[in-house]
């Protein structure tokens, strides 16, 4: 395990995700002693071909004890390994691939082996980062909030300020930068909005072949079917005070809402509910925000865009123009996640998941 890491002294940490989409593996570095940052490093992405998506994909839903899941778990492995080759970095975070999240129930089931990583890679991983904050009772995600906080800290701000997530799933982070320590009371609030990305992409995966909605191009050409949106906004989860979390296909009624409309007015109305989710989670904020930071895929469509611009009484803003990258920020995040979990910071608390005290998470393990 690496030992002696200061406050104040910059650590080389990579963090690797592989997120709901099933796209592929983000890599990135970040240079941090797990309070502030101080700087980003490379950057990579190792792609899922079509049938290693195919496999991925119909392990989904799947937990640890179930059968069939060799191929899957070989090409979790073998895509993270190949993504880290070569790294200089220090210390890695291996998020792993999240196959089913229930955390009132089963648990959490992040699909990968750190051990086996650190022996493949010859440097020590930080993973596991979800399952000790289930078991105290937490949500297990979203965990990006500590890094969030991080990063409105790194950018200067100083007025409260939103990070919304769209990827498979949508999450917000609401900052106090003003707060020193993530941990304290008022410096973040963080929750899942609802489905994003990931109906969409199903639809057009099913309907069309093709594996999302390129620059909301099908959605631009439909119509939001204003009473499908009511019965999905009429969803308990939104009524919910946070935190609380979702699982990839908590919303699978979603599909149904959408069945009989065309291609076009389907993409729209999955767009708009996902847009209308972000509206609601704005209920819960407990100071306005001076804008709303975009990161995730959803914020490469414009479509999407607009609509959460149309929406929300703040100015929204693709993060990318902070100067930030807005496709690495979650793997960025478990690199940073990584250091706080070797300096023994907490990684999670009540505000991001809901868990009964501040709690670092993630297993370490040496090559």
């Given at each position: 395990m690496?030992k002696g890491?200061?406050?104040?002294t910059?650590?080389?940490?990579?963090g690797?995700?592989?997120?709901?989409?099933?796209?592929?593996v983000?890599?990135?570095?970040?240079?941090?002693?797990?309070?502030?940052?101080?700087?980003?490093?490379?950057t990579?992405?190792r792609s899922?071909?079509?049938?290693e998506?195919?496999?991925?994909?119909?392990?989904?839903?799947?937990?640890?004890e179930?059968?069939?899941?060799e191929a899957?778990?070989?090409?979790?492995?073998?895509?993270?390994?190949?993504?880290?080759?070569?790294t200089?970095?220090?210390?890695v975070g291996?998020?792993?691939?999240?196959?089913a999240h229930?955390?009132?129930?089963?648990?959490?089931?992040?699909?990968?082996?750190?051990a086996?990583?650190?022996?493949?890679?010859?440097?020590?991983?930080?993973?596991?980062?979800?399952s000790?904050?289930?078991?105290?009772?937490?949500?297990g995600?979203p965990?990006?909030p500590?890094f969030?906080?991080a990063?409105?800290?790194?950018?200067?701000?100083?007025?409260?300020?939103a990070f919304?997530?769209?990827?498979?799933?949508?999450?917000i982070?609401?900052?106090?930068p003003?707060?020193?320590?993530p941990?304290?009371?008022?410096?973040?609030l963080a929750?899942?909005t609802?489905?994003?990305n990931a109906?969409i992409?199903?639809?057009?995966?099913?309907?069309?072949?093709?594996p999302?909605?390129?620059?909301?191009?099908?959605?631009r050409k439909g119509t939001v079917e204003t009473?499908?949106?009511e019965l999905?906004?009429?969803?308990?989860?939104?009524?919910?005070?946070p935190?609380?979390?979702?699982?990839?296909?908590?919303?699978?009624?979603?599909?149904?809402?959408?069945?009989?409309?065309s291609?076009a007015?389907?993409?729209a109305?999955?767009?708009?509910m996902a847009?209308?989710s972000?509206?609601?989670?704005?209920?819960?904020?407990p100071?306005?925000p001076?804008?709303?930071l975009?990161?995730?895929?959803?914020?490469l469509?414009?479509?999407?865009?607009?609509?959460l611009?149309?929406?929300?009484?703040?100015?929204?803003?693709?993060?990318?123009e902070?100067?930030l990258?807005g496709?690495?920020?979650?793997?960025?995040?478990?690199?940073?996640?990584?250091?706080?979990?070797?300096?023994?910071?907490?990684?999670?608390?009540?505000?991001t998941?809901?868990v009964?005290a501040?709690?670092?998470?993630?297993?370490?393990?040496?090559p």
């Open positions: 690496i890491i200061q406050a104040g910059g650590l080389r940490a990579i690797a995700m592989s997120g709901t989409s099933l796209d592929g983000d890599v990135a570095e970040v240079i941090t002693d797990g309070q502030e940052i101080f700087g980003f490093g490379a990579g992405y899922y071909s079509p049938e998506h195919r496999v991925l994909r119909e392990a989904l839903g799947k937990w640890h179930d059968a069939g899941l899957a778990f070989e090409i979790v492995q073998r895509a993270h390994s190949e993504a880290l080759s070569g200089d970095a220090e210390l291996f998020h792993g691939q999240t196959l229930e955390p009132r129930g089963r648990g959490t089931h992040q699909m990968g082996d750190g086996a990583l650190a022996e493949a890679l010859g440097k020590t991983v930080v993973w596991d980062f979800r000790s904050d289930v078991e105290l009772g937490g949500e995600a965990l990006a500590f969030h906080h990063c409105a800290r790194y950018l200067g701000y100083e007025a409260p300020v919304l997530n769209l990827g498979g799933v949508g999450n982070t609401f900052v106090d003003r707060i020193e320590k941990e304290a009371e008022g410096a973040v929750f899942d609802g489905p994003a109906p992409n199903d639809l057009c995966n099913e309907r069309l072949g093709t999302y909605d390129e620059g909301g191009a099908l959605a009473g499908a949106l999905f906004l009429a969803d308990p989860y939104f009524y919910r005070m935190p609380k979390s979702l699982d990839r296909d908590a919303f699978a009624e979603m599909r149904e809402l959408v069945l009989e409309l291609d007015d389907a993409a109305t999955l767009t708009g847009a209308a972000v509206l609601q989670a704005m209920d819960h904020a100071e306005a001076s804008e709303v975009v990161t995730g895929g959803g914020r469509n414009p479509i999407m865009m607009e609509m611009a149309a929406a929300l009484d703040c100015p929204v803003r693709n993060i990318d902070t100067g990258n496709d690495m920020l979650e793997a960025q995040a478990f690199g940073y996640l990584a250091v706080r979990v070797a300096r023994g910071l907490p990684t999670s608390c009540q505000s998941t809901g009964r501040a709690v670092g998470g993630g297993i370490v393990s040496t």
